[in-house]
């Protein structure tokens, strides 16, 4: 059932330490050390088993190999700090955009596009904010950046970001299409050359037409609550979010409302499942089911949606230092992160501030093995679980 090959790379952002581990039986086969990587950028699936990350402490784009001799395959400078990561279907040509890191508000406009096959980089600057980026390819690769306010898609050719002549020019988008200001969350069908925005209203689609983009119909939440991460499934071709609802207050975050959403891209069909009250951040694709972690003072879990749409329930040991009421569930707390992978079973859980991480076989919902090391995975630290060939590199958005 989970024979193909899979590994595991873990990384605690916090303490600079990065893993390397095979997966079922948790063997360390690399480890990197002083790499703090961006865990708002996430991890980036690249064809052959290869992930893109960015170490926003040292300022360089990475290529990991955890199938190979060596760990790093490739370290190239770009700008920080990372906000997101993305590729072109073909997983040469990449995008890194900057965004808060620590300070409270964005202040840095730099962007830097890397074609990986030729080694060469460029950065450029564009617009402060927090934008998000995908990469359209179509033969001549289109750079797509969603602002907020004032919400936009603006639209710039790689080719024309890669041969920007030195000290960071400004750069003017060649084309532009209009969104919400609450923009956050986006994905990229690379079989329909379509790009997706996730706001308050819905999700806002357009269609790639020659160098430009044609604005689609928006796809509803057809809820009161919004998504606020969007994901593309390349098991059967489906957009996925959590809808998040309940009271705005952060402080009453147990009393946040959780649904999974699920459209899919062929039929147009919208399925939402609820998932139960607390804080549900981020979704992991396995190979039959999706899987979020629910974090609540009443109880942590993990919930496994399954392909038939049926729903289990794992129960998770608490976490030192997690989220309590009356507190936000952001600031100084502790937190999970969310690992699978389109071909197989597995699924990685972490346990923050405990140096843990649960390794569950989503098909009967039992812990195989729980990994630990002597880092602590504060505020949650973040992981990837891939196999060699399953697929994932189908989704070209950094998670």
């Known amino acids: 059932m989970n024979a193909t090959a899979s590994a595991l790379l873990v990384s605690d952002h916090m303490d600079g330490v990065v893993y390397a581990l095979a997966v079922p039986d948790g063997t360390v086969t690399g480890r990197l050390t002083g790499r703090h990587l961006s865990e708002h950028a996430g991890f980036l699936a690249l064809p052959g088993g290869r992930v893109a990350c960015v170490d926003d402490r040292r300022g360089e784009l990475l ?142 689609a357009a269609r790639r037409r020659g160098d430009t983009l044609v604005a689609e119909s928006v796809i509803p939440w057809e809820s009161p609550a919004r998504g606020w991460y969007l994901r593309l499934d390349t098991r059967r071709r489906a957009l996925w979010s959590t809808l998040r609802g309940g009271p705005p207050d952060p402080l009453r975050w147990p009393d946040w409302t959780n649904q999974a959403w699920r459209h899919d891209l062929e039929t147009g069909s919208t399925l939402h499942t609820e998932l139960g009250p607390g804080l549900v951040f981020r979704l992991a694709l396995a190979r039959n089911h999706t899987a979020f972690t629910r974090i609540h003072p009443d109880g942590d879990e993990l919930v496994l949606l399954g392909a038939d749409d049926s729903l289990r329930r794992v129960p998770l040991p608490a976490m030192d230092g997690a989220p309590r009421r009356g507190g936000t569930p952001w600031e100084g707390v502790q937190r999970r992160a969310v690992a699978a992978s389109p071909g197989s079973d597995w699924v990685a859980v972490t346990r923050g501030g405990h140096g843990e991480v649960h390794l569950i076989d989503a098909a009967t919902g039992h812990e195989t093995t729980r990994l630990r090391w002597d880092t602590p995975l504060d505020h949650g630290g973040h992981m990837m679980l891939l196999g060699r060939n399953d697929g994932a590199e189908g989704d070209p958005v950094g998670r």
Do not use: K, N
């Open 63 to 204: 290529v990991l190999d955890p199938f190979g001799a060596r760990l790093v395959e490739h370290a190239v400078p770009v700008a920080v700090p990372a906000e997101h990561l993305a590729c072109d279907p073909t997983g040469r040509r990449l995008v890194v955009t900057t965004g808060l890191g620590r300070s409270t508000e964005p202040w840095s406009d730099l962007l830097t596009v890397v074609d990986l096959a030729t080694g060469e980089a460029a950065r450029v600057r564009t617009r402060v904010g927090e934008p998000g980026v995908t990469v359209l390819d179509g033969g001549d690769p289109l750079v797509v950046l969603r602002h907020r306010e004032p919400g936009a898609l603006a639209v710039h050719r790689f080719a024309d970001l890669l041969a920007a002549p030195p000290g960071c020019p400004v750069v003017t988008p060649h084309a532009l299409l209009p969104l919400p200001d609450d923009g956050h969350g986006d994905a990229q069908d690379p079989a329909s050359e379509r790009v997706f925005a996730a706001t308050s209203a819905g999700v806002h």
